[in-house]
Structure formats: structure tokens, C-alpha cells
């Protein structure tokens, strides 16, 4: 799979993705990743890309031809579009779902904006969605930029030293992570659960798949309206919904 970031700082995103399992994905060839420098793409001697909104008022906004010149970098001779994402407060909030759609394009361009913003009229021409990490503002895109990657590079096969060990990570089915333990047994006076030494892959399965249940009852119960339960998941929900739902 391939990822192209346009950015103004593109040595945030290597100081990042070329480390862990994203960084050994890449040198294995499971991935591919550039990261453009927009600021190669301006005509100005000083490398400027931003100007004076028409709107006026404080700040700067990224001029539409540096961006888009970057964008053509990479477009330039496909015989496809790139899915391109621009990385803005005012998109869909990102999600394990949001993830899992962008899984399955084989090229993905993420277009991070800087400043207050990116003249509209390239977002217009080349962006196909906008992905916010959440309800608030950050200086610039390339965090969330590499948050995206992250996430939904982890869901290539191969990337993950077993394919399907996301599968059981939280929000994958719309639950959280049952609670995990290891050595030693006992550590300040608290002892791994006793079903996990039993050797008993049905109930250790079981207990897991409970464990996560309470957990998202717990701390996520808004989850549950969106998860994938069974009629059995939802009588244990109900069962103990008093004991470990907080209002």
C-alpha cells in the first residue's frame, strides 16, 4: 500500500514512520510512504506558499499552486486518482470503521495544511474527503497525518506479525480490549486472573470476550449502540448493567 503526505514538514513524518512496526513494514516493502515538501513546489525565491486571505483578518492561508503542483508530483501519469484526504477540523471524525474503509485503497494522499488553513479552491480540485482526529484544532495536519497512517497501515496484511491479531484490539467490533496480563503472577498483591492459567482456550476465549463487554460498559457504554453484539452479549450486558454501569 502507499501513502504520500503533502506537507511543509516532512521530517515530522520520518522521525515517526520510520520507526516500530510501521518502520520495519516499510523495509520489508509491505509499504510505501513519501513525503512531499510543498514548499519544493513554489516559484518564490524564498519558498514561501502562504499569503493574505481575501477574507482579511489575522493569519496566513496556503496558497492553492504549491499544493496543488505537489499533488500533480505524485498524479502526474497514474492511470487513477489517488484517494486524497485532507487532514481538517471540519472533517468526519475518524474511527476503527474510518480505518478499515481506507484499508482497502491501494494509494492514499494526505494533504496537511499549516497556517490558518488552505485556499479552498485546490481543496476543491483534488480532495475526495476530509478526516478530523476529533472535536478540536491542532497547529497543522501532519499529526493527524501520521495517526491515519498509522492506524490503518497496521491493517495491511503483513504488517502486524500476526494478521489477525488487530482483530481483538479495541474497537475493532465496536468494543474495547479486555484486560491483558504477564509475568510475574502475583506483582503488589495482585494476582493474574486464575482462568488464564486454566489452559482452557474455551473459557479463557470466553472470559476475554466478557472482560471486553465490561470494559466498554464501563468506560465506553455509548459504544455499545454501534458494536456488534449477539442476543448472549446483549442479556450479559443487561445482567450487569447495574453492577458496572456509571452514569
Known sequence: MRFDALTLFPDMFRAVLDNSVIGRARKAGLLEMNFIDI??????????VDDTPYSGGGGMLMSPEPVYAAYMSIARGLDYKPYTVFMSPQGKVFDQDGAMELARYGH?????????????????EIVDAEISLGDFVLT???IPAMAVIDAVARLIPGVLANDGSFQNESHFQGLLEHPQYTKPRVWHGREVPEVLMSGNHGLIERWKHEQSLIATLK?????????????????????NKEAYYED
Not at 39 to 48: A, E, L, S, V, W
Not at 221 to 227: G, S, V
Open 140 to 142: 497543522g495536519g501532519e
Open 219 to 239: 468506560k465506553r457504554p455509548d459504544m455499545l449502540d454501534r458494536a456488534w453484539l449477539t442476543e448472549e452479549d446483549t442479556e450479559f450486558i443487561n445482567r
Open 108 to 124: 492514499i494522499v494526505l494533504l496537511c495544511g499549516h497556517y490558518e488553513g488552505i485556499d479552498q479552491r485546490v481543496i476543491d
Open 39 to 48: 514548499r519544493d513546489f513554489t516559484k518564490d525565491k524564498h519558498r514561501k
